[in-house]
């Protein structure tokens, strides 16, 4: 088995999005708090408001809509456990797939969300904003209007935002023009679907806001993903930090190449597609697109237990301690000490899980001296991010209750601690 995890972008938002989570996780409420005490108000009143589907600003609706996916994320890991082979997301969703891998670190990451909407929203300051999904229509056909429409009124550009699937896309630009493209698509059988996004994403309209995002990436603390996070632009996974520098600072003004992100999926073999964060709709596109692929959405805690199914044919403790590695908050501010505690000693216990899973098949109890070293890794990553000594106990018991009598090591340790 091979999953995958989505994360889904603009647009998705909802009033309520995350309240159940919030309600039933400990760690989902450790999340919104991180993000309102960042932003300066409390995440969790955006997401039950009312205003949230229409009517918010689209800062505001976009950090709301990372942090419920980083929320779901978490609960993932703490509840599931089982180590994905990649991330993708769409558009926004990036991020939180990139800090999924640790490739970024959660309140940088929505630092860089924050920063991105607002920059968006200034550089299309004049600009009445239009962005309309074409359905119903082989993207062929919407790409050849598209640039007929520029061939025919280069003052006026419209560009296609989002490969989505085979027969959907997204086209942006200025209202007026959007709207007249999506007219001519609808008389070719497709069917326009206004959206509402305050700003003409994926788009040359938002060149102006490039230069300045990049530059912030620069300076934003960006490693190597700990598994494969997979470019928005290219629709490949990143490579090294610099790729994700210039990937994340291009996909502003690039179409969003999501079709080609699920055929690659297809050919590495990927078999389960989990799709973390408000509403459905990737894993929508995903039945369409990549039908061989089984898609699950953790929208809402009671989407929880089908996908806990999917645990029992992985129940092993090196993938738990892995999951516990990652789900846990990282409060160490210094980069460099982070670097050296924390990345390498996650860097050793990955090999160590993945290397596991892919040529043992032994029984728990087989495990020996590899559960001995995961644990003691650990020990360590918690350690390094400064996570509470209470909490590492919880962990601790937590595993040994998952392993039952072949974690006496866990036992042990957690007696000893």
């Not at 990451?109 to 962005?131: F, N, P, Q, W, Y």
């Not at 505690?341 to 001296?369: I, M, P, R, Y």
């Amino acid at each position: 088995m091979k999953i995958a995890l989505m994360f889904p972008g603009s647009g998705t938002q909802y009033a309520g999005m995350g309240q159940s989570w919030h309600e039933t996780y400990p760690i989902v409420r450790e999340t919104f708090d991180e993000a309102s005490e960042r932003m300066g108000f409390s995440i969790y009143d955006v997401c039950t408001s009312e205003k949230l589907q229409h009517d918010m600003d689209l800062v505001t609706a976009q950090a709301a809509i990372f942090v419920c996916s980083v929320a779901a994320y978490r609960v993932y890991m703490q509840e599931v456990g089982i180590t994905p082979h990649l991330s993708a997301g769409h558009s926004l969703g990036e991020y939180a797939a990139l800090v999924s891998a640790e490739a970024i670190r959660y309140i940088d990451a929505l630092d860089l969300v924050c920063l991105r909407s607002k920059l968006m929203i200034e550089t299309a300051d004049h600009t009445e904003s239009g962005v309309i999904a074409c359905k119903q229509l082989p993207i062929q056909i919407t790409r050849r209007e598209v640039m007929n429409w520029n061939h025919n009124y280069p003052d006026r550009s419209v560009d296609l935002a989002c490969y989505n699937a085979q027969d959907q896309a997204v086209i942006s630009g200025c209202r007026p023009d959007t709207e007249q493209l999506a007219a001519i698509l609808e008389g070719l059988g497709g069917r326009a679907i206004p959206l509402s996004i305050q700003a003409p994403i994926h788009s040359r309209l938002l060149h102006g806001a490039v230069a300045p995002f990049r530059a912030q990436l620069a300076r934003t603390p960006i490693q190597v993903p700990r598994w494969p996070v997979i470019s928005n632009v290219t629709a490949k996974p990143y490579t090294d930090e610099e790729s994700i520098v210039t990937g994340l600072a291009m996909q502003l003004t690039q179409p969003v190449q999501w079709l080609d992100t699920m055929l690659y999926m297809q050919s590495r073999g990927i078999s389960h597609a989990l799709e973390l964060g408000p509403k459905s709709t990737l894993s929508t596109l995903t039945k369409r697109s990549a039908r061989n692929i089984r898609t699950y959405a953790l929208d809402k805690a009671d989407d929880l237990p089908k996908i806990q199914a999917l645990q029992y044919s992985t129940g092993d403790l090196l993938g738990k301690c892995l999951a516990h590695a990652v789900s846990c908050r990282n409060r160490n501010e210094d980069t460099k000490q982070y670097s050296s505690e924390v990345a390498e000693t996650f860097h050793k216990l990955a090999e160590l899980a993945n290397a596991h899973a892919e040529h043992s098949a032994g029984s728990l109890s087989e495990q020996g001296d590899e559960l001995k070293t995961a644990i003691e890794l650990l020990l360590q990553i918690m350690k390094g991010k400064k996570v509470p000594e209470d909490e590492q106990l919880r962990r601790l018991n937590r595993l040994y209750a998952e392993g039952c009598e072949a974690a006496s090591g866990i036992r042990d340790l957690a007696k000893s601690y």
